[in-house]
């Protein structure tokens, strides 16, 4: 079972910043995938950004140059620096990690974090 903890979310004024993380546990033999998804009440969950165990990432267009995603691979925790938020970037934050449990079995399960709420004031 793999638990992921997430921290750091909070209230801001616009053009501030926040950094979020998230920490994996439990029976993990590689965290092969981590990102950050966002929720506002009516909406789909979106992909903020994510990062791979190569360090290689993805950021939704909406982010781009205003948020950077990283990770610690050796404390299984990633992290989001959120720059020059905006009004519209308030939403409930959420890890995901793609796990692969075993050495021997490839399988990637998907984990959830249960959230952090980002709230940004004009």
């Known amino acids: 079972q793999v638990q992921l903890v997430e921290s750091g979310g909070g209230s801001v004024q616009a053009g501030g910043s926040l950094r979020l993380s998230c920490v994996a546990s439990g029976t993990i033999f590689s965290v092969v995938i981590m990102g950050w998804y966002r929720q506002t009440p009516g909406k789909q969950r979106e992909l903020v950004a994510e990062i791979w165990s190569d360090g290689s990432t993805t950021y939704a267009d909406s982010v781009k140059g205003r948020f950077t995603i990283s990770r610690d691979n050796a404390k299984n925790t990633m992290y989001l620096q959120m720059n020059s938020l905006k009004p519209e970037d308030t939403a409930d934050y959420t890890c995901?990690?793609?796990?692969?449990?075993?050495?021997?079995?490839?399988?990637?399960?998907?984990?959830w974090g249960l959230g952090t709420q980002v709230t940004v004031s004009s």
């Open positions: 995901n990690a793609a796990v692969q449990i075993h050495a021997r079995d490839k399988r990637l399960d998907t984990y």
